[in-house]
């Protein structure tokens, strides 16, 4: 290609990239010794410090910059040209003295040899610099970042001066940051990790102790992540807003108190959540248990504060025998998933041993529940597949629904109080046999009850006398079932018997 089309493409390519760049040909002397350089072509977007675009092009660099002629940067250029291996040059200041120019510019400076030219790219800093410094000033702004995978924490110019730290000592570490704050406000901080840990941004206001005073700091950050959702760093302002605190109303402490709580509301249901799903995986499909399919469901309330205390267990016994059970610990958030933690345990380490009588094993989980001053619901069945014989009692808790040839209702009740309600309390049981192709539904109260409504019940009903009277609508029954609950978890256990 000819040296004139090879510098017409250079040209176009350059006029189309939105940053500062040229391309420099060498201007050699009769013994080949690199004398100048000529623009051959120019960014059209960017302008140098003398408002100069595409006009720059065919111009010498030494009377466009004289100031730059043997000095480190022209001297870089020599170097490229001779060696080819690219170079920068980081923080090149360059001085003018001409009226009407910014006498002091800052610039970053990438150079390669390209097509027999030298390819430049410049970045001001300066500027940039000098608007985030009046930024930061006028704000009582800093920003930090702090790399999760190395441990590196930087700091902008404005983190030094809301910390009162001299910049030789460099940013302070971690554990630095975590002394200076308040402990009464540690709470807080930890909140905004579990929200970052969600991949929500935080905004809280905490507290720290530089020098003899106590200043309040707004903090918002925000997690940046890989391809694969791998926390990589962490971006956070930081605003001084000691001033504003210390002349707003009680109003807008209440006002803040509360944004507060509600954020700790969102952590503890987070934490919830994950201790549910490592207590009680729900299985994708259907377990085969002895005479039985039962299909497992969980449904999260719409409202995702109020994570409930909703347990489920299915187990095939030592004997052959199946023990199918659900319940509901009273409350919600971490109390309420700390103490079906404890329910269902306890109750799988009664099974272990050979407890299995549900009678017998609701007394155990209501002393329990009066140690640890729990009160909850809960059904327990075992069902035989020998005798298709089924065992069951209840506390407190609603009946399982039993659905056969186009028909369903609740089973019969049981005596049983509320666990926890009195330790003396005795339970019945009931021992109806089921026949084969019989739909069981146990559920929690969730999939009923409305607040301010009316009960869904019956449409549950008409849902499993439909299915019964269909063979194989197990599973397209679910569809219909399972609604999230505005206000409760739901847990339930479908049925077959085979």
């Not at 020599?78 to 980081?90: K, Y």
Request: proline share 6%; charged share 25%.
């Amino acid at each position: 290609m000819a040296d004139d089309e090879v510098a017409r493409v250079v040209r176009e390519v350059l006029s189309v990239i939105p940053a500062g760049c040229s391309w420099l040909l060498p201007v050699t002397s009769a013994d080949g010794t690199v004398r100048d350089f000529r623009v051959a072509a120019a960014g059209g977007r960017e302008h140098d410090i003398y408002h100069r675009g595409t006009g720059r092009v065919d111009r010498l660099l030494s009377e466009l910059y004289p100031s730059i002629v043997d000095g480190p940067l022209w001297q870089l250029y020599l170097r490229v040209v001779a060696t080819g291996e690219p170079a920068e040059l980081r923080e090149f200041r360059y001085e003018e003295k001409k009226a009407g120019v910014v006498a002091h510019s800052l610039f970053d400076v990438t150079v390669h040899r390209v097509l027999g030219g030298l390819l430049v790219w410049w970045q001001r800093l300066d500027e940039d610099r000098r608007r985030l410094q009046r930024t930061e000033l006028l704000g009582s702004l800093g920003w930090s970042e702090y790399d999760l995978v190395t441990g590196e924490v930087t700091w902008s110019p404005g983190m030094y001066r809301i910390f009162e730290r001299d910049p030789e000592l460099g940013p302070m570490s971690r554990g630095e940051q975590a002394a200076a704050m308040l402990a009464e406000d540690r709470r807080v901080s930890e909140t905004a990790w579990q929200t970052l840990d969600s991949g929500a941004a935080s905004d809280v206001t905490v507290r720290f102790r530089i020098g003899p005073a106590v200043k309040h700091l707004r903090v918002l950050s925000d997690l940046v992540t890989d391809a694969d959702g791998g926390p990589l760093k962490i971006n956070a302002v930081v605003q001084d807003v000691t001033a504003r605190e210390d002349s707003r109303t009680a109003l807008d402490r209440l006002r803040d108190q509360l944004h507060t709580r509600e954020m700790t509301a969102i952590a503890e249901h987070r934490l919830a959540v994950h201790l549910q799903h490592l207590i009680q995986p729900v299985p994708r499909e259907p377990l085969p248990l002895p005479g039985l399919r039962v299909l497992v469901t969980y449904r999260p309330a719409e409202n995702t504060i109020r994570v409930g205390g909703d347990w489920y267990h299915a187990e095939r016994l030592a004997d052959g025998r199946v023990m199918l059970a659900v319940g509901d610990v009273a409350g919600h958030g971490l109390g309420a998933a700390n103490g079906m933690a404890h329910l269902r345990f306890a109750l799988i380490a009664w099974l272990s041993i050979g407890v299995h009588e549900p009678d017998q094993l609701l007394r155990h989980l209501n002393r329990l529940c009066g140690q640890l001053g729990l009160t909850g619901t809960a059904v327990l069945s075992v069902y035989d597949p020998r005798s298709r014989e089924l065992v069951w009692g209840r506390a407190g808790h609603a009946a399982p629904l039993l659905a056969r040839g186009g028909e369903a209702a609740p089973l019969e009740l049981p005596v049983g109080r509320l666990l926890g309600a009195d330790e003396n309390s005795a339970y019945e049981v009931h021992r109806p046999r089921l026949d084969p192709g019989d739909l069981l539904l146990l559920y929690t109260d969730g999939l009923v009850e409305r607040r301010g409504g009316p009960s869904l019940l019956p449409g549950v009903l008409d849902l499993l006398a439909t299915a019964s009277a269909e063979p194989g609508a197990m599973l397209p029954l679910t569809t219909g079932l399972h609604r999230s609950s505005p206000d409760d978890d739901t847990c339930t256990l479908l049925v077959e018997v085979l």
